[in-house]
């Protein structure tokens, strides 16, 4: 899940190398807290926060084999 989190978060934003995920997995969790730098935090989160919304939707998709909650937090 980090990977594509990663993956989605560089191809959005202006300075790729600032981008940074953290994956913590318990029992029957996975939180991944994004932090990219504060000029990319509008391409990240979107109007309305729409493309939050889509990379949450694409990462609990792909962990839905898992029977695990995905939580993708945006840090600033």
């Known amino acids: 899940m980090k990977e594509l989190v990663e993956v989605i ?3 959005l934003v ?3 190398e600032e981008v940074v995920v953290t994956e ?3 029992d029957k969790s996975i939180v ?3 932090k990219v ?3 990319d935090m509008g391409k990240v989160i979107g109007k309305q926060g729409r493309i939050a919304k889509a ?3 694409v990462v609990k998709s792909a962990a839905s084999k ?3 909650k995905v939580i993708v937090e945006i840090l600033q």
């Open 37 to 39: 730098a504060p000029d």
């Open 9 to 11: 978060a560089t191809s």
């Open 24 to 26: 913590t997995v318990t």
């Open 55 to 57: 990379i949450r939707t």
């Open 66 to 68: 898992d029977d695990k």
């Open 14 to 16: 202006d300075h790729p």
């Open 32 to 34: 991944l807290e994004l």
